[in-house]
């Protein structure tokens, strides 16, 4: 069986706050995915982000980054300089084994609220 | 190049009435699904096909039917609606399987009464 854990509902940050989201991962399987969607207002899914699990390296793409760590199971990502455009509904998803039958968890998702 | 293409966007149905989702993909992806969201639930996988003539269920897959006779369209059935089912669908494809990025489709919004 796989989980993921989003603990934050909602996060209310104001404009050029630094903000991470929480994920936590379970999963028996060695061969795993992990990934992070965006869903702005306008209801859309954009993905975000893809890491296997044999990768630990961080990532960093412009404002966002990334944390994996095997250690404690986690996923987290963080927005640096937060702007009003990054109001959305945030997934972390896991997919464990690496097969075409392989299928997404997602888990419940974090509201971020950047206020002006 | 269209991408995943839903249709219809909204929907309202009364309870017994069945409908069909369509979701059409030009990308030549094999792997197509449906998820469903509702609130504080995040996305639940109903259905998904590896290809042409190949379904599996997910994990919410009750009351409804797929089938996948073209590799382009997966079309999600509804049997016979039930309040339970209201909820914003979506359904996604990726190139060949669900350990790879998703494309979705913009939803379907879904009352039943």
């Known amino acids: 069986a796989q989980k993921v854990t989003q603990a934050q509902t909602e996060i209310s940050v104001v404009e050029k706050e630094d903000v991470t989201l929480d994920c936590v991962y379970e999963t028996r399987d060695t061969t795993y995915y992990l990934f992070w969607y965006k869903q702005p207002p306008s209801g859309e899914l954009v993905f975000l982000i893809r890491?296997?699990?044999?990768?630990?390296q961080n990532e960093i793409s412009g404002r966002y980054s990334w944390n994996f760590q095997k250690s404690t199971s986690s996923f987290n990502f963080t927005i640096t300089a937060s702007q009003v455009v990054d109001s959305a509904v945030y997934f972390c998803?896991?997919?464990?084994?690496?097969?075409?039958?392989?299928?997404?968890?997602f888990g419940k998702g974090t509201m971020l609220l950047v206020s002006p | 190049n269209a991408g995943v293409t839903q249709t219809p966007k909204f929907q309202v149905l009364k309870t017994g009435q069945s409908m069909t989702l369509q979701c059409a993909q030009d990308m030549n992806h094999e792997y197509m699904s449906w998820y469903r969201q509702d609130p504080g639930m995040g996305l639940r996988l109903i259905h998904y096909?590896?290809?042409?003539?190949?379904?599996d269920q997910g994990e919410v897959p009750n009351g409804y039917n797929v089938s996948r006779s073209t590799t382009e369209d997966f079309p999600l059935r509804l049997l016979s609606a039930a309040p339970s089912q209201t909820s914003v669908y979506f359904c996604?494809?990726?190139?060949?399987?669900?350990?790879?990025?998703?494309?979705f489709g913009s939803g379907t919004q879904l009352s039943v009464l």
């Open positions: 996604a494809s990726s190139r060949a399987g669900g350990d790879e990025k998703l494309f």
């Open positions: 096909s590896v290809g042409a003539g190949i379904t």
């Open positions: 890491r296997n699990s044999f990768d630990e």
């Open positions: 998803a896991l997919v464990a084994g690496s097969s075409g039958y392989s299928t997404l968890t």
